[in-house]
């Protein structure tokens, strides 16, 4: 038995496709006895970092004003969140060719210099390890293995500056190409999913 955090991060709600996917994960994750813990990143959106929300997000000795220490007590809850994790699974929608914003807020509140992940002089060292990553990335059109394909590179890149290095990655490409080919792409991602799990 393993806990699962599921991150959906679709502007889409119950027509989103990914969420369609994260939901079938969580389905056959607690089947299987695993508990689940969904977050949706749409829903309970997480603050734009900006000038004033960074500097709470580094060590200082400055006193933080309220929306900083409100950034900042959040930036600890998700990662206390990550850290009582097995599997982590991010739902990551195609938007534009890359991540939507939402998960990409989400990633500038967890990436913290000595939180999880610092530098050494042999370079940089993930602190968020002995983990499994899926992601789980819905697409209009069909980018695998092309220039076009922004997600799957950065996520790995980024999951594993974190220390999630563990990382499997199931597409369902093809949604805008016609309802048949949708579906078939669902399925295949679904049983890809099974076989994970």
Request: glycine share 8%.
């Amino acid at each position: 038995m393993s806990k699962v955090l599921i991150l959906k991060s679709s502007i889409l709600a119950e027509y989103s496709q990914s969420n369609h996917l994260a939901d079938f994960y969580a389905e056959q994750a607690k089947a299987k006895g695993d508990t689940v813990t969904i977050r949706d990143l749409a829903a309970n959106p997480i603050p734009v970092l900006d000038g004033e929300l960074v500097g709470a997000l580094r060590p200082s000795e400055a006193p933080l004003s309220d929306r900083q220490q409100k950034a900042l007590t959040l930036s600890d809850q998700l990662i206390e969140e990550l850290k009582a994790h097995d599997v982590i699974v991010f739902g990551a929608p195609m938007y534009n060719f890359n991540i939507s914003t939402q998960l990409k807020n989400y990633f500038d509140l967890i990436a913290r210099a000595g939180v999880t992940f610092r530098y050494t002089d042999k370079g940089p060292e993930g602190l968020i390890t002995g983990k499994k990553a899926v992601v789980l990335s819905t697409r209009g059109g069909i980018h695998k293995d092309t220039p076009t394909d922004l997600v799957t590179p950065y996520l790995a890149l980024f999951l594993g500056f974190i220390g999630l290095t563990d990382v499997t990655t199931v597409l369902a490409e093809g949604m805008a190409y016609g309802p048949e080919f949708a579906t078939k792409s669902l399925d295949q991602a679904k049983a890809e999913i099974t076989a994970l799990i």
